[in-house]
């Protein structure tokens, strides 16, 4: 039996949760990822299934279009401003939680890099990662 994924804001007001196993778990380190974290990177789950996700609480989002022109969706908390989880304008069944929304982030099994071409030299991340320099096709 698989353990559920549960997670949410700072202050509770936006809950998940999913019987689900994502899709991929990583880091990225594009420049909207550095500028919203205001750290080197940001850490995601990505599910391929937005509808097995159930979400309590209304987010506010804010858009922007990544390097390939395609919209990104972030959704956070409008109460503590929590970034929860972002979607995709291009694949709509997609949905990215942060690993560190989850109630145990400890269950967060990175396997790859994206957008190394942009980390830091002062942003370590696990060199036994496989890297790519921008998103894999």
Request: net charge neutral; glycine share 10%; hydrophobic share 30%.
């Amino acid at each position: 039996m698989t353990k559920r994924y549960t997670g949410g804001c700072a202050c509770g007001t936006i809950r998940y949760e999913t019987d689900r196993e994502p899709a991929i778990e990583l880091h990225c380190q594009c420049r909207h990822c550095q500028q919203r974290s205001g750290t080197g990177h940001s850490s995601y789950l990505v599910f391929a299934d937005r509808a097995g996700i159930a979400i309590t609480g209304e987010a506010k989002t804010w858009r922007v279009a990544g390097d390939s022109g395609n919209e990104k969706i972030h959704a956070f908390c409008p109460t503590c401003g929590t970034p929860v989880y972002l979607t995709f304008a291009a694949g709509p069944d997609l949905i990215a939680i942060h690993a560190t929304s989850l109630d145990d982030p400890g269950r967060f099994n990175p396997k790859l890099v994206t957008y190394a071409v942009r980390g830091h030299a002062w942003d370590r991340l696990d060199p036994s990662l496989q890297q790519f320099e921008r998103m894999p096709e």
